[in-house]
C-alpha cells in the first residue's frame, strides 16, 4: 500500500525538505529534487513508521478489550441488595 500524501501537505513537505537544506546543511536543493527525497521517504521509510504505528495501535486496542468485561461487568442477582432486603432464601 503506497503512502499517499494530500496535494498541500505534499507540497508543505517539500517546502520543508528544501528549508531543511538551506539552514542545516547550507546546501541549496530544488523543488524537483526535494519532492524526489520525499517520494524515495515516502516509497522506503514511511511504511516502516507507518507499520509501527498499526501495530502500536493493536496492541492498545487489544489490551482494551482485554479489559471490557473489568470495566462492563455487572453483577447479577442486585435487585434484593439496592432494595436494602438482602438476598431471597431459595425455597
Known amino acids: 500500500m503506497a503512502i499517499e500524501l494530500p496535494r498541500q501537505t505534499r507540497t508543505d513537505a517539500v517546502a520543508s525538505i528544501e528549508r531543511y537544506f538551506e539552514e542545516r546543511l547550507e546546501q541549496k536543493i530544488g523543488n524537483i529534487a526535494a519532492g524526489a527525497l520525499l517520494g524515495f521517504f515516502l516509497e522506503e521509510i514511511a511504511p516502516l513508521v507507518y507499520n509501527q504505528a498499526v501495530a502500536d495501535v493493536q496492541e ?24 436494602g432486603r438482602g438476598r431471597p432464601r431459595s425455597p
Open 60 to 83: 492498545r486496542l487489544l489490551h482494551r478489550v482485554e479489559e471490557l468485561d473489568i470495566e462492563l461487568h455487572e453483577d447479577a442477582f442486585q435487585y434484593w441488595s439496592r432494595q
